[in-house]
Each structure stands twice: as structure tokens, then as C-alpha cells.
């Protein structure tokens, strides 16, 4: 049984949509984020603010490479999953990958990114990871998901969309 893996920017919704479709599948969930920040006992930023972005990235892909190798798993990665190719390949291998598409524009309107250590609230940041990042999220993506609404509506559409898209692969 295939994974479903989550990819997207930072407050676009794949730790929410990721829960839920856990429960709905009955499916564990990994989300690498949570897993550095149990196995280091630091926040990201704590991480970010304290090691740096490439110590934070090493921790990441350990993260990955251990939830790739299970089956049958929803895995919500961080935004920057995709900047490591090793990443994407582990997730790839045993794994349908939906890229989570949310403008900025409805990040900074939906989710608080003080402790997101590469936006942390900048308007300009957060625009500028996106139009670096979007290339990656398309070509990493197996099927791409626009998460467009308010939150209630766009986690049943998201979670829907994903179901039909899984079901009709696995056929």
C-alpha cells in the first residue's frame, strides 16, 4: 500500500489535512516536523536559531528516510522537504506525493508563522520562498492540490480530492 506524502509551503495545510486524513484512512501519520522536534527536544527555530538551517536540514532528512520505508503512512513533511533531492526520492519510492498549493497571500490571512524561522510573519519572505519553491513543489508533485479556501471547506475538499486521486492509483 502506497504512502500518501504531503508537500507544500509553510501554513499551507498539510499537518491539518494530514490528521485528518489519517483518521479517515485509519493510517498512521507521520509528520516529519513533529518527528526533529521530539528526537531533538528543541522547536525548529530553537534548531534554526541555535544549529542553522543545514543542522535542522540533516535532522530532517533522518526524519524522512525513516518514515519513507514504512507502508501504508500519511507523511506531512516541512515546506523545505523538497530542496533535498535524497528526500524527495525516499518519499517517491513508496509514495503518491500531493504538493499542497496555497498562495501566500492566504497563508498570511489563515496561519500564524511566528515560529516558522525562514517567514516568521514577512509578507516579502514569505512571497520570495514561494516563487523560489514553486518549481520544485510542481515537478516534485504527483498531483497538485489548490487549497483555496477557508478551513473547514478546503480540509473536506483537500481530503476528498487526495481520496479520489489515491483510490483511483491504487486501482
Known amino acids: 500500500m502506497k504512502n500518501i506524502v504531503l508537500i507544500g509551503m509553510p501554513g499551507s495545510g498539510k499537518s491539518s489535512l494530514g490528521k485528518r486524513l489519517a483518521r479517515r484512512l485509519r493510517m498512521p501519520l507521520f509528520d516529519t516536523d513533529a518527528m526533529v522536534v521530539e528526537r531533538d527536544g528543541r522547536a525548529i527555530s530553537d534548531i534554526f536559531a541555535e544549529d542553522g538551517e543545514a543542522a535542522f536540514r540533516d535532522m530532517e532528512s533522518a526524519c524522512v528516510r525513516e518514515a519513507a520505508t514504512q507502508s501504508g503512512v500519511v507523511i506531512s513533511t516541512g515546506g523545505g522537504v523538497i530542496l533535498r533531492r535524497e ?8 509514495g503518491m506525493v500531493f504538493f499542497i498549493d ?3 497571500s492566504l497563508i498570511l490571512k489563515s496561519a500564524s508563522l511566528s515560529d516558522r524561522p525562514l517567514v516568521q ?6 512571497l520570495e520562498l514561494y ?10 508533485a504527483d498531483v497538485t492540490i489548490r487549497n483555496d479556501r477557508r478551513m473547514n471547506k478546503r480540509l473536506r475538499r483537500g481530503v476528498l480530492q487526495i481520496l479520489r486521486h489515491y ?5
Open 87 to 94: 528526500n524527495m526520492d525516499a518519499l517517491k519510492k513508496n
Open 131 to 140: 516563487r523560489s519553491r514553486i518549481a520544485l513543489y510542481r515537478a516534485c
Open 102 to 104: 496555497r498562495h501566500p
Open 121 to 126: 510573519d514577512d509578507r516579502t519572505r514569505l
Open 167 to 171: 483510490r483511483r492509483a491504487a486501482r
